[in-house]
């Protein structure tokens, strides 16, 4: 079974904080994603990664970065974090040799930044 | 205008009652179609996957696809209290790309 962890289920940071949201795989998937869900916006895709070193922006990606050093642990950086990141934030992986697109998610961080 | 239109609901039925979800888009070029289902403090899971027009089934479950139109379904028969969840649906143009997913509908079925 694909396993996909993050690092915390809730977090709460105070406005200008730095924060870092933990993503690990154990699949040996290639692909990795983090998106933020927000109540009738559905999944939105922050930042992706198809390689170690390697990413690309999504949808959304002002006000985060992003870390992969390798392979199975992707990082999502908040470099100062503001209320309107205050969000559920899900991790997801996926092999290039999968046909069918199944993302695998993580349970999901629930921030709150005041 | 979003590129994938759905309900957010909250969709309230009867236990048994048959569930009709829906999703619109506006991108002709989505070849591949997926609905997702999302419990309540967990991630998304792969619910149902579909290949441009027609039906699939699976169980309770069937996917359906108009292509003309650019409308997905979802239809849950027998619906039971464990079918309470989110139901997203998501679309791409080709294996492997991005997913574009819809806001998300929420199912409530009462016993």
């Known amino acids: 079974d694909v396993k996909v962890t993050q690092s915390s289920r809730y977090l709460v940071k105070r406005t200008g904080e730095k924060v870092f949201l933990e993503c690990v795989q154990d699949?040996?998937?290639?692909?990795m994603f983090w998106y933020r869900q927000d109540p009738g916006l559905g999944l939105r895709l922050i930042y992706f990664?198809?390689?170690?070193?390697?990413?690309e922006k999504g949808d959304i990606p002002e006000g985060y970065s992003v870390s992969r050093e390798k392979k199975e642990r992707f990082s999502l950086i908040l470099e100062s974090a503001s209320t309107n990141q205050t969000s559920m934030y899900l991790c997801?992986?996926?092999?290039?040799?999968?046909?069918?697109?199944?993302?695998?998610f993580g349970p999901g961080t629930r921030l709150t930044v005041l | 205008q979003k590129e994938v239109e759905q309900d957010p609901g909250p969709l309230s039925v009867p236990e048994g009652a048959i569930v009709s979800l829906n999703c619109t888009y506006s991108?002709?070029?989505?070849?591949?179609f997926m609905w997702y289902r999302q419990y309540s403090r967990k991630g998304p899971e792969l619910l149902m996957y579909?290949?441009?027009?027609g039906n699939k089934e699976d169980g309770r479950f069937t996917a359906q696809v108009d292509k003309s139109s650019k409308y997905i379904s979802l239809f849950i028969r027998d619906s039971q209290p464990s079918d309470s969840a989110t139901y997203l649906c998501?679309?791409?143009?080709?294996?492997?790309?991005?997913?574009?997913f819809g806001g998300g509908t929420r199912l409530m079925v009462k016993p």
């Open positions: 997801a992986s996926t092999t290039e040799a999968g046909a069918r697109n199944e993302q695998f």
């Open positions: 699949m040996d998937h290639e692909n």
């Open positions: 990664s198809y390689d170690v070193k390697m990413k």
């Open positions: 991108n002709s070029a989505f070849q591949y």
């Open positions: 579909t290949y441009s027009s």
């Open positions: 998501a679309m791409t143009y080709n294996a492997g790309n991005m997913l574009t």
